[in-house]
Every structure is written in C-alpha cells, then in structure tokens.
C-alpha cells in the first residue's frame, strides 16, 4: 500500500500540466502513486501525461474516460487509489517538492483522518496566501473550514466508509464533497505552509460567471437532504443556516451580480433571494448573525432594495474586479 495516492484529472491543459506532473514526481515522498486521469482532452495534454507515465512506470497510472468533467474523473479515479491517504490536485495547479511528506508526517503524528495546508493564489500580476486555523469541532469546521480538496490529504479509510462522492455535472463540487465529509471527521490537522499553488486562469470555470454560478443553491440543499436522511440535521441546523445565507449573500451573490446579461443576472440574484428566504424565513435571527463582524453587517443589511443596488455596482468595472479577486 502507498502511502499516499494523488488523483489528477485533467481535460485540455497543455500549457499546465507538464508543470503539474513534474512537481508530483519530484516529491521528497518517495511512496506515492500518481493517478492522472485523461477526461477526454482533444489537445496536447494526452501525449505529455503518457510521456511521464512511460518515464516513470513504477508511480504513475493513466487512465483514460470520456468526458465527464471534474467530479466524474475524481470519482472515476477512487477505485484505483491504493494510498492510505488521497489527495486531490487540479491540472493547472502544482505544489512544493515537501508538500506530502510533511503532511503525511503530520497525518502520522497526530492520527488524523485529515491533513490540510495553506496555498497560494497565483494571478497573473499578484500572488495572495490563503492561511488556515485549527478548528475546534466540526461545528467549526462548517462555519470556518476551507472547502477546496485540492490542498487535504484524506484517509482512504474515510471515503471509503462513509461512500461520499462528488456531484457529477454541477459546479461547487468541493462543497457538497467536503460538508458530507465533516460528521465523520474525529481529527483534523493544518500544516501552516503554502504548499500549493492556485494558479488563477481568466478563461477557468471558477472565473466564468454565468446562471451555472447559482448551482450553489442545489449543492447546499442537496448537503441539507443529507444530513435530514442522517438524521443529523437538528444538530447542525444553525450552522448549515449561516452557511446557507453566508453563501447565497457573500460569495455567490458577489459572482452572481457579475454574470455580463443583465437579464440573467437579475434572475439569478432574486432567484437566491427568495430560495434564501424560503428555506430559512428568520436566518436573520441565526447565532451566528449576532457576532459584530463587517460580513455579518453587510448581510444583515441585504434586503430587496439593497440587493437591486449591489447588482448595479456589481457592473462598474473596477469594483467588479476587487469583488472578484476577494471572492473568486
């Protein structure tokens, strides 16, 4: 068994991925394997990812699929992992040559089912560092934790048990992933290193604002069907709550009022207005609101008239862009 097995899909990235592989097979972990998982890529991509596998046999296994997107080669890959960790890697991004076996260390150490670590957003005039927290539970980890995939290591054992995929065909797969993951966690740990680099692309799906932006929606209610079938919603219920109007008011709704029709725009903001409302009538009054922080001033503040304003300003060019790179 390896100790840690990295599943990489990719789908047209030429100009990316030779970068990404050649930071994965210089790791100073020695005991890894490399899944790359061609998603049915029409460009270069296929013959530099057969190239590294042809050089290094003994640590990379290709796998080919039709196109899918992300979620259906990451799920397509979890078979073939044989790792006592996972960990995720997107094709455009790459990582320090000590980035596993620090976390695998760390994992070790402390008996943790996951390991996560700081990255770096990489834009093309800039570079941003994201630094996580220690979270104190799970209820924490709901109001607090970094949902991207890409920057964990999780044990095997974990996904396995509890049979938790990702959501084929929708955007926000992380969240879905991550959120149903979190009754199950009995430890977590963070390497504060930026190990990762968040390479920021203008043309990438996280970048594109469009009416896909408001999936959100049907990944947070799908995450609340799921932990009503587990009969744990009762427990959870105010952080899923905060959750859910935090998302709808902050960051969705900063991508969602950048969507370029305005038509399709207005849709969407009043359509995650009134989803909002519907689902939690008096998520004014959630726990979480009463903290005096800038974010939770600004939610409250979210009304109809207000919402019609912030869409305006949404358009004006250089707002766009600091709401943009905050956000994104």
Not at 280 to 298: A, D, S
Not at 318 to 324: A, V
């Amino acid at each position: 068994m390896k100790k840690v097995s990295i599943i990489v899909p990719f789908y047209n990235v030429e100009e990316y991925i030779e970068r990404s592989i050649r930071s994965l097979v210089e790791q100073s972990l020695k005991d890894i394997e490399i899944i790359l998982v061609n998603d049915g890529s029409k460009d270069g991509s296929e013959e530099i990812a057969i190239n590294f596998q042809k050089q290094y046999p003994d640590k990379i296994k290709y796998l080919q699929k039709e196109n899918g997107g992300l979620s259906d080669a990451r799920n397509f890959a979890l078979p073939y992992a044989t790792g006592e960790y996972i960990a995720f890697l997107d094709s455009d991004d790459y990582v320090e040559e000590e980035m596993y076996e620090e976390m695998y260390k760390t994992a070790k150490m402390d008996k943790a089912d996951i390991v996560e670590c700081d990255f770096l957003w990489e834009y093309p005039e800039e570079t941003i560092e994201s630094k996580g927290r220690n979270y104190k539970n799970r209820k924490d980890m709901l109001l607090n934790a970094r949902v991207v995939a890409w920057n964990k290591l999780i044990k095997r054992e974990l996904i396995e048990k509890t049979g938790i995929k990702f959501p084929v065909g929708l955007r926000y797969e992380d969240v879905e992933f991550f959120y149903k993951l979190i009754p199950y966690i009995n430890s977590i740990s963070i390497v504060k290193k930026p190990f990762i680099h968040y390479v920021q692309r203008e043309n990438s799906i996280s970048n594109t604002q469009t009416a896909k932006t408001a999936e959100i929606i049907e990944i947070l209610d799908r995450v609340i069907e799921y932990y009503k079938e587990k009969n744990i919603y009762e427990n959870y219920k105010e952080e899923l709550e905060y959750n859910y109007a935090r998302y709808l008011l902050c960051s969705s709704m900063l991508r969602m009022i950048m969507i370029e029709n305005k038509e399709e725009r207005e849709k969407m903001t009043n359509y995650a207005w009134e989803k909002l409302n519907k689902t939690f009538p008096k998520w004014k009054e959630n726990k979480y609101l009463k903290e005096k922080t800038l974010k939770n001033r600004y939610m409250l503040s979210v009304n109809e008239r207000t919402l019609k304003l912030y869409s305006k300003l949404g358009r004006i060019g250089f707002i766009r862009k600091k709401i943009q790179r905050k956000f994104a």
